[in-house]
C-alpha cells in the first residue's frame, strides 16, 4: 500500500481555539500559521499603513502583483485585521479581540509592551486563561532588536558557514526566525497542556538568540567538551567521513555522502565496485577516515564518476548506502514529499502556494497513512 502524502493537511484538532497574531515578519507568523494548518482560527493584526513589513519584500523579478513571496510564505490561512494599536479605537478593537482569544502572538520590544496593551501582567489579570507568546531577540538585552542577520553572526553561525579559507555565508533562509518558531510551537503546546490541567494561562518568553544556541549541539560541544572552536569546513562533517563529501558522476549531477559509521562505509565499497578498499586497514574506521578524508575523496571520486547519478541513489537505497542527490529547491519540490508539503490557496484574492508549517501527522489508535 502506498503512503497517504495528503494526511499532515488533513487533521485539525485545533478547532475552536482562536490566536491572536500580532507579530510580525517570520518567526511569529510562522507559528500562526502552523496552529492554523492544525485548525485553529487565526486573526492576523497588521498596522492600516504598510502592515507586515514583508508584504514590500520582493526579489528583484519577483511580480508586483498580490502578496509577495515572503509574505506567503509565512502567512497562510488567517484572517487580517487592521488596528493602529496605539490610537483608542485600536486599543478597543484588540480588548474585543482577546476576549474569546485563546493565545496570542506578539514580537513587539519590551518597553513597548504597556502602551500597546499587552503587557504581560495586565494581560494575566483581564484574561487569565490567555497563552501568551512573546518573540524578543536577545536574551541579555531585552530592548535590542532581534534581527536574524545579526544573530546568525553573534551565536556562531556565520562563522562555521564556509569553505575552509573562504569569507562566511549567512544561511540561506532565516534560520534563527525558524528555529526560534519552533521554540514558540513546543512553548505554547506545553502551555496549552497546562491549562488543561489548571484552567490557567501562561506568559512564554522565547528569544531568537537563544533559539540559536540551543541549536548549535554538537558543534557547541566541540568547544565545551574537547575545547576546540569549530571551524568552517563547507559540507563536510567534523566528526565524520565521508559525511558531506560531494561527487560527480557520470551524467554530470552531483550526489552527497551521509556514510555515518563502518558498516555503511564497507557497503559504499561494495556498491562502488571497491573490494580493495574494504580490506584496507587504512580506511576501516571512521577516525582514520577523517584523519585521511582529501585522500579518501580522490579515491572515491573516479568511482563516483562511472555511475548515472540515478541509477547509483536507487541501488543505493536498496542496500541501505545513505546517499543523496544534490537539487535544486526547484527540482526538491517535485519530488513527491515536496508535492505533499506544497499548500495551495487563495490570499487576499491572489492564488499563492507555499510550503506547509505541519510537518507531520498523529496516528490515533495505531493507524497508519498506508
Known sequence: MSLDLSAPQSDTPL???????????????????????????????????????????????????????????????????????????GQAALEREL???????????????SKLGVHPKALALRHPRLIHLHLKGFMDAPERGGYDMVVQAETGFMSMNASPGSAPFRMPVALMD???????RSGV?????????????AYVETWLDASGFSALANRATEHLVAGQSP???????????????????????????????????TKLCTLLNLEDMKTDSQWSTNPLRVQNRTLLFDMLAPAFARFEAQVLIDEAVKRGVPLGRLKS?????????GKAMTAEFTLEGHPVKHVKQVAFQVHRNGSLTT
Not at 520582493?58 to 485585521?81: D, H, M, T, V
Open 231 to 265: 571551524q568552517p569546513l563547507g559540507a563536510l562533517h567534523p566528526q565524520i567521513a565521508p559525511y558531506g563529501e560531494t561527487f560527480t558522476c557520470r551524467c554530470g549531477h552531483q550526489v552527497v555522502t551521509a556514510i555515518g559509521n563502518d558498516r555503511q562505509f
Open 178 to 184: 525558524i528555529l526560534a518558531a519552533h521554540q514558540m
Open 15 to 89: 478547532q475552536g481555539i482562536k490566536v491572536l497574531e500580532l507579530a510580525s515578519v517570520l518567526a511569529g507568523p510562522l507559528v500562526g500559521t502552523f496552529l492554523a494548518e492544525l485548525g485553529a482560527s487565526v486573526v492576523k493584526v497588521e498596522h492600516p499603513k504598510g502592515g507586515d513589513v514583508t508584504r514590500t519584500w520582493r526579489s528583484e523579478r519577483e511580480s508586483k502583483e498580490g502578496p509577495s513571496a515572503y509574505y506567503a510564505a509565512a502567512n497562510g490561512p488567517k484572517r487580517i485585521l487592521q488596528l493602529d494599536l496605539l490610537s483608542e479605537q
Open 189 to 201: 503546546l506545553l502551555a496549552m497542556y497546562e491549562r488543561e490541567k489548571t484552567g490557567q494561562g
Open 99 to 113: 476576549t474569546d482569544t485563546d493565545i496570542l502572538l506578539q514580537n513587539f520590544k519590551t518597553s513597548s509592551l
Open 329 to 337: 529547491v526547484s527540482q526538491a519540490l517535485l519530488s513527491p514529499t
